[in-house]
């Protein structure tokens, strides 16, 4: 549900103003609304820029403490390396800030080493084929000889005899299909070389010889070395250091936006100063103010305010919150719809999956989690939940790892075949039972949704505001139960048909002259011819998309049993000694790639059901703000 709020409106004098923020502060309570939009300082400023770099900071400090983790269980000899000179490291004392610029400082660093190693790798990879020399050996034999020396390479049907006896041209080397040869020309009187004119590549060594260059890629692989343990450091020991000071920053950050959430009046004497409070808390924060001698007024919400929202759930409503804050939080108009729409997308992941296999694998990952990993309880709870719905839905249709066990001579399956939801076993209408279901799930939804959104215009409005939207309810209900039940082979009572048509009436008359209170009875009338028109063409719709959860766990179901069958009739001329490796493999290939794609659908679709259809007939507006109140964030 939607927690209540109370405005409130101050008046504090520039005397009264920092220790008044400090109190709000201390309070912890209170949300400060930002009266100068867009207003910065250089305060907020240099604070906004350092939580950046904290940010980048503290992902780095993942990174590089997953890649440990990694390193470690695969018995890494860095990972072993890093923990015998951890262990002999003395402790240092650093502020965050320092840390965080040691980080960049290393990151800097780290970057120039790998482009010192780049660098050392292509002048080895173009003095490899030619070997160990040294340039001032080469230097001397050119002044001796007057020559000079010319390094070539080219295809090895490109190379001519010609260039050996003109230039005397020496292959050297033969590497990725290239021929590596080296030239001798003449220089003139001015001893200015003589490049030969042959149709190679003209090859322009490094400056120093091979050896030189293999040391330096040493030289900074080791560096490179030294860095990443520099940062492992950080990372495994000061990570809490950096977080700490983050949330001081964070502190700041807050700070010096409320001393920017105020307007100057009497000549900038006194600072108006706007905030919400949930209602709960308002006797708290009227009585720290009454203390305080602070002029405040509180109020209401009123039509057009701009209420910041907190939406409290019981602990099972609450797993399927950030569901609902994907799409938007409400507004203060709003019904919290979490608490309606949870049961139903639970159901709809069911009926999407499909099968009973792919929900125990569900099930028993989302426990695995639930102990293992803590800080992720919540989302393992609600796969929990998710699982066990679709292991019901499974188990009901009579589908186990594309299994379709209504087809197996399975002795302990006997007694309970009859019981299977297919088409074999019940088939309403002529068509198949999931797919009416699915329909059938889909109008208690819409009916749901549009009972919402009468509750909303009457909690906005009154009573009056949600005749309208009522009548609808209804007209619907009913004329679902008057021709629905005999269909289904439910004999009516007279009476009770006549009961059914006279609430149809009652409802006709509230939709048609009294869905618009506020207008005449000739717009009324309009406005309900309008309105029937919209439901007669919207409705049917709406409940068209609901067959797609039938249509998705029809789909999973085919595809697993059809990897079955490949499993099976594929390995079926091999002997059981080695048919089942490549039988496992199919398996595990096949019913992976199902899963992957009926997990991405049972997500996909029941959201876009919550959203389009439910969040449409119960005139869900959304757009609402969270509740941030002004706290201390730092210990």
């Given at each position: ?239 809490a250091v950096v977080e700490a000071a983050k949330l001081q ?112 694998l569900i099930l028993a990952v989302s426990l695995w989690l ?266």
């Amino acid at each position: 549900m939607i927690l209540g709020m109370k405005k409130l409106t101050f008046l504090v004098t520039d005397k009264e103003y920092a220790p008044f923020i400090e109190q709000l502060r201390q309070l912890g309570v209170v949300h400060v609304v930002e009266l100068q939009a867009g207003a910065t300082s250089p305060e907020l400023q240099d604070a906004l820029a350092l939580d950046e770099r904290f940010k980048t900071a503290l992902k780095s400090m993942s990174y590089a403490a997953a890649a440990y983790e990694k390193a470690k269980k695969a018995g890494d000899a860095e990972a072993l390396s890093f923990e015998a000179t951890a262990a002999a490291a003395p402790p240092t004392e650093l502020s965050g800030l320092s840390i965080v610029e040691k980080l960049e400082q290393l990151t800097a660093d780290e970057i120039a080493t790998r482009h010192a190693i780049d660098d050392a790798d292509k002048a080895i990879a173009q003095l490899e084929p030619f070997g160990e020399f040294s340039w001032d050996d080469l230097r001397a034999l050119e002044a001796d000889t007057h020559c000079s020396i010319h390094f070539f390479r080219c295809s090895p049907k490109s190379f001519r005899q010609q260039w050996a006896d003109e230039y005397f041209a020496t292959p050297v080397a033969e590497e990725n299909k290239k021929t590596y040869f080296v030239t001798f020309s003449s220089t003139d009187s001015a001893a200015v070389s003589s490049q030969p004119n042959i149709a190679a590549e003209h090859l322009t060594l490094p400056e120093h010889p091979l050896s030189y260059y293999i040391k330096e890629k040493a030289d900074q692989k080791q560096r490179l070395h030294d860095i990443h343990q520099q940062q492992l450091h950080l990372a495994l020991e000061k990570r809490a250091v950096v977080e700490a000071a983050k949330l001081q920053n964070d502190d700041c950050i807050s700070l010096a936006r409320v001393q920017l959430s105020h307007e100057d009046v009497a000549d900038g004497v006194v600072r108006l100063m706007e905030g919400w409070v949930k209602t709960d808390d308002a006797a708290e924060v009227t009585s720290a103010l009454d203390a305080a001698g602070i002029f405040y007024e509180m109020a209401d919400p009123v039509e057009g305010d701009k209420v910041p929202i907190e939406i409290k759930n019981d602990s099972y409503s609450s797993l399927f919150e950030p569901i609902l804050k994907m799409y938007s939080l409400p507004n203060y108009r709003d019904l919290d719809p979490t608490i309606f729409f949870a049961p139903f997308f639970m159901l709809f992941f069911g009926l999407c999956m499909g099968d009973a296999g792919y929900g125990l694998l569900i099930l028993a990952v989302s426990l695995w989690l639930l102990k293992a990993m803590p800080d992720i309880k919540a989302y393992a709870k609600l796969g929990c939940w998710l699982g066990a719905t679709t292991m019901v839905v499974g188990f009901l249709t009579g589908s186990f790892f594309g299994i379709d066990l209504s087809q197996q001579d399975w002795a302990f399956l006997s007694p309970v075949k009859h019981l299977f939801i297919n088409e074999n076993n019940y088939k309403p209408f002529g068509y198949a039972p999931m797919m009416v279901f699915s329909v059938l799930i889909g109008l208690v939804q819409v009916l749901i949704g549009m009972s919402l959104a009468g509750a909303k215009a009457v909690k906005n409005g009154g009573w009056k505001y949600g005749v309208g939207k009522f009548s609808w309810v209804t007209a619907l209900l009913s004329a679902t139960l008057l021709f629905g039940l005999p269909a289904c082979g439910v004999a009516l009572p007279l009476f009770l048909q006549y009961v059914f048509y006279a609430l149809i009436a009652v409802a006709a008359l509230g939709i048609m002259f009294y869905n618009n209170p506020d207008k005449n009875i000739f717009i009324n009338f309009g406005g309900g011819l309008w309105s029937i028109y919209g439901m007669a063409t919207g409705l049917l719709g709406d409940l068209l998309s609901y067959i797609r959860l039938f249509a998705l766990g029809l789909t999973g179901g085919v595809l697993g049993g059809v990897f079955n069958q490949l499993a099976i009739e594929l390995t079926s001329s091999l002997p059981w000694l080695i048919r089942w490796l490549p039988m496992l493999l199919i398996l595990l290939l096949g019913h992976g790639i199902n899963f992957g794609l009926c997990m991405i659908s049972s997500f996909v679709h029941p959201m876009r059901l919550t959203f389009v259809e439910f969040f449409k007939n119960a005139d869900f507006e959304g757009g609402g703000k969270a509740f941030t109140p002004f706290r201390k964030k730092a210990a």
